[in-house]
């Protein structure tokens, strides 16, 4: 099952906040809702365009009363002083989205090792188990986890945090909200979380359901990608074992309405260009294809719902162990030279 305690219409707020040289009768943000029990928890998002902004993170069920609150409190100020600087609350943006991709960046004292899928697998759980440890408990015995993780590698590595349910952004950013700019230990390397979060994608389910239909999809296999079936491991990326895995994580992850039904893939594999690639694991290594690969759907109902899924792909992640780094999917820009 899903975890649907807390299935909230809404996800998140965020508040804008407009630069300020100087204020006369600035309030710190901290304790600009003294008075809203339980006090939000106001975490910093990354720039974007040049404009500030601000998450104010409570329980989920405490959104709609939290943003009535804000709303009265800007008739009465706005000027408020954070991280050492003076703004303006300029605005507030009700966040609705289903789907939700974070970046957080790491500094590592040293080089992370490839193998640290199950060590950011567990800080996830980590940080959920901060403020909900039932949450975190329930996560683990489900069937299609409703998160994706990874790792963005390179002299400046950052978590990829994939949340496929929006009850979940409430809880993580509480717990990630403690340990922003502090150290952590992954893999037995210390690192420190950056101060930041940066949304770098969101979506909704009855957004996706819109895709418009493609014959043809290429998908690129970011991360080593594989398949269990009859209890062995499947390596290469067949359409019935892609889109009949992406069909059972929407099923069961996306509004009663919106699921897909059990259908027999007619599709056929057009042009690939792959190769194996060991992925290590903590308890081993396992083995997954990287690369690409062009579907094609000659029935049209079938490539509408492809259509659907390989957008959803870039959410979810494909095939085994998605929460530990593999899976990783993206769709290839179509090529007018060569996409017949």
């Known amino acids: 099952m899903t975890y649907t305690k807390e299935d909230p219409k809404i996800a998140g707020l965020t508040v ?3 630069s300020l040289q100087s204020a006369t009768q600035s309030i710190p943000l901290t304790d600009w809702l003294l008075n809203v029990e339980p006090s939000p928890i106001w975490v910093p998002l990354a720039r974007q365009q040049g404009v500030t902004k601000v998450m104010p993170v409570s329980e989920a069920h405490h959104y709609s009363m939290l943003m009535q609150t804000i709303c009265q409190q800007m008739n009465w100020s706005t000027q408020i002083e954070w991280q050492g600087k003076f703004y303006e609350l300029a605005g507030i943006e009700v966040d609705t989205q289903d789907l939700h991709i974070l970046e957080i960046s790491l500094s590592p004292t040293k080089p992370l090792s490839h193998s640290i899928g199950r060590a950011i ?32 590698p390179g002299t400046a590595p950052k978590l ?7 009850a979940l952004l409430a809880p993580l950013l509480l717990g990630l909200s403690q340990e922003l700019g502090q150290e952590i230990t992954l893999a037995g390397v210390n690192c420190r979380v950056g101060k930041i979060v940066n949304i770098t994608q969101t979506h909704q389910f009855n ?5 418009l239909p493609q014959e043809v999809i290429e998908l690129e296999f970011v991360s080593p990608t594989s398949f269990k079936k009859e209890q062995q491991i499947q390596l290469f990326p067949l359409p019935e074992m892609v889109f009949s895995s992406l069909a059972r994580r929407w099923n069961a992850l996306a509004p ?14 057009a042009m690939y260009e792959l190769k194996t690639k060991t992925f290590q694991m903590e308890g081993g290594a396992e083995i997954g294809s990287v690369g690409w690969v062009r579907y094609r759907f000659p029935d049209p109902e079938q490539a509408r719902m492809a259509s659907v899924l390989a957008e959803f792909a870039t959410f979810a992640g494909v095939g085994r162990k998605t929460g530990m780094g593999m899976g990783q999917v993206r ?9 017949h």
Do not use: D, G
């Open 256 to 269: 009663e309405e919106l699921r897909f039904p059990k259908v027999q893939w007619k599709s056929l594999v």
């Open 16 to 18: 804008t906040l407009k």
């Open 160 to 166: 990829r945090i994939s949340l496929l349910q929006k």
């Open 121 to 152: 697998h567990a800080q996830f759980f980590r940080w959920l188990a901060i403020t909900n440890p039932a949450l975190a408990q329930n996560l683990h015995h489900q069937s299609q986890l409703p998160f994706a993780l990874s790792l963005i």
């Open 207 to 211: 957004r996706l359901i819109q895709a």
């Open 331 to 339: 769709i290839r820009e179509k090529r007018k030279s060569n996409w």
